[in-house]
C-alpha cells in the first residue's frame, strides 16, 4: 500500500478500466430538456454536480420518510425537549447531543472540577459540556451572527453546507481510486448508510467527515500542509480525530521513510503535517485538565460521565452473545437499533476485505481500520454503532466500484428504494428507537 493514489484517474476525470462513460457522471447530466452540464459555472465545479444532486435528493427524500414517520407515530410529542421531543418533528434532530452543542454555542463553557454523584448508578461524576468538544458550536454561534439565524437553526444550516463538503470530498477520494462514477455513487451511498440521519441534525459529524475526507484527499495528492492544518482543525471538532491524525503522521512517516517519495516530496511538508496534526486535540484536553484541575479530566468525564471508553472490545462482545440468544442484559440495550449494529459488525469483516483487495492509500487504510478498532473496541451506546462507523466513509470505496458497473435504471430503482428505506433504518431508528 502506497501513499500515493491508487490510479490515474482525478477528482472530475474519467478512470480507466471499464467505469463506463465518465462523462455523464461529472458536469453533463441531464434531468429532462435540462443539461446541467451547460450551466454556467467553473470548471472546477461541474465535477461535482452529479454526486451532490445525487446526495441531495436522496437525503431529502430519507428526511421526508422520516418526517411522515414521526407524524404518524406522535411518540416524539410526550417526550421531553432534551430527550427526543418537542413541538415539531424538526425538533427532535436538535434534541440528545444537539441539546449540549445548542448549550455550548450559546453559553460556552463553564467547566468545574469533576463532580461525583450518589454510587450505585450507570454514572459517577456529573456530566459536563466540556465533552463536547468546540469547532461546531463555534460554527453554530458565529453563522448565527452572521445570518441573524437562531442558534437551532444555524446548527441545521452548519451541518446540512458540511454534508455537502463532505459528500465532494468523498466524491473526490473515490473518484481517484475509481473513476468518477464510482465516486458520484459513493456520495449517494453515504446519503443512505445506516446512521446517516445524523447529517442533517445538530451533530457534529457533517463536519468532521468533511474535513476527514478532504484531509485524506490532500494526503493522497501530497498536499501536507494543507493535510496537517485539517488535521489540526478536526482535533477541535470530535476526540475521534485521533484516527484522522494518526492516518496522517503515518503516510507523512512512510513518505519521509522512504528516499525517493523524500526527494520527490520533499522533507518540510511532511514533518509540518506530523507536528501540527495533533495540536488541535492535545491543544484541547490539556485545557479541559487545566480548567478542571485534573490533566486527565476529559478521558475520566467521558468515562464516568457518559460510560465511554476503550475497552478492547468486550462490551461488543457482550452484545453480540446477548443478542444472538435473544437477551438484553448488557448496558444500554435498545432492540432495534442493537439489531442493525449487530448486522453492521458482521458486514464489517466482507467490507474490509474488499476495500483491502482495491489496494488504497495507506491514508484511507490506516484512517478507516483504527476507526472500525476504536468503535468495536470502546464500551459505549452500542445503537449507535451506525453511527460511529459513518466517518469510516473508504469502506464505500468497493461497493461504489461494483456498482459503477451497472446501468442507471439499475442505479436509479436501488437508490430510490434505499432513500425511501432510510427514513426509517437511518433516522427514525436512531431518533426514535434508541438515543443517537
Not at 418526517?67 to 417526550?79: E, I, P
Not at 435504471?409 to 428504494?417: G, N, Y
Request: a positive charge; charged letters at 10%; proline letters at 6%.
Amino acid at each position: 500500500m502506497s501513499t500515493t493514489s491508487a490510479g490515474p484517474a482525478t477528482a472530475g476525470t474519467p478512470a480507466s478500466g471499464g467505469q463506463g462513460d465518465g462523462s455523464r457522471w461529472t458536469g453533463r447530466l441531464s434531468l429532462g430538456r435540462l443539461s446541467l452540464g451547460r450551466l454556467p459555472l467553473p470548471p472546477a465545479v461541474r465535477p461535482y454536480l452529479a454526486p451532490l444532486l445525487l446526495y441531495g435528493v436522496t437525503k431529502l427524500v430519507g428526511l421526508t420518510v422520516f418526517a411522515v414517520l414521526l407524524d404518524r407515530s406522535g411518540d416524539y410529542r410526550g417526550k421531553q425537549p432534551r430527550f427526543g421531543g418537542g413541538e415539531h418533528w424538526w425538533d427532535v434532530l436538535g434534541t440528545w447531543d444537539g441539546w449540549w452543542y445548542l448549550q455550548v454555542a450559546e453559553k460556552g463553557y463553564d467547566p468545574h472540577p469533576l463532580q461525583p454523584l450518589a454510587p450505585g448508578g450507570v454514572f459517577t461524576v456529573k456530566q459536563d459540556s466540556v465533552a463536547f468538544f468546540p469547532l461546531y458550536p463555534a460554527l453554530i454561534r458565529m453563522v448565527s451572527q452572521v445570518t441573524g439565524l437562531g442558534l437551532y437553526g444555524s446548527g441545521i444550516l452548519v451541518s446540512v453546507l458540511a454534508s455537502f463538503v463532505a459528500a465532494a470530498g468523498i466524491y473526490a477520494v473515490i473518484s481517484l481510486l475509481a473513476g468518477v462514477r464510482a465516486g458520484t455513487i459513493a456520495a449517494g451511498l453515504w446519503a443512505v448508510a445506516p446512521g446517516a440521519g445524523v447529517e442533517w441534525a445538530v451533530y457534529s459529524e457533517s463536519v468532521f467527515v468533511a474535513i476527514a475526507a478532504w484531509c485524506c484527499h490532500c494526503v493522497m495528492k501530497h498536499h501536507w500542509k494543507a493535510a496537517g492544518v485539517l488535521a489540526f482543525v478536526a482535533g477541535l471538532n470530535r476526540p475521534t480525530s485521533a484516527v484522522l491524525i494518526g492516518a496522517v503522521g503515518l503516510a507523512a512517516l512512510v513518505t519521509l521513510a522512504r528516499r525517493d517519495s523524500r526527494r520527490e516530496h520533499g522533507v518540510a511538508g511532511p514533518v509540518f503535517a506530523m507536528v501540527t496534526a495533533p495540536l488541535g486535540l492535545l491543544g484541547y484536553v490539556a485545557w479541559v485538565g487545566l480548567r478542571m484541575g485534573d490533566l486527565t479530566a476529559y478521558f475520566t468525564l467521558q468515562r464516568e460521565g457518559w460510560a465511554h471508553f476503550f475497552d478492547y472490545g468486550a462490551h461488543t462482545l457482550d452484545v453480540l452473545g446477548n443478542t444472538a440468544v435473544g437477551r438484553r442484559d448488557y448496558l444500554f440495550a435498545f432492540s432495534v437499533p442493537d439489531l442493525i449494529g449487530v448486522q453492521l459488525v458482521l458486514a464489517l469483516p466482507f467490507l474490509l476485505t474488499l476495500m483491502l483487495r482495491k489496494r488504497p492509500p495507506l491514508v484511507l487504510t490506516a484512517y478507516t481500520l483504527a476507526t472500525v478498532v476504536t468503535v468495536l473496541g470502546t464500551q459505549q451506546m452500542f445503537a449507535n454503532t451506525s453511527r460511529y462507523l459513518l466517518p469510516a466513509f473508504p469502506l464505500l470505496l468497493a461497493p461504489a466500484a461494483a456498482m459503477s458497473r451497472l446501468r442507471l435504471p439499475s442505479l436509479i430503482v436501488f437508490f430510490t428504494t434505499a432513500a425511501v428505506a432510510s427514513g426509517w433504518y437511518a433516522h427514525y431508528v436512531i431518533f426514535e428507537l434508541g438515543i443517537p
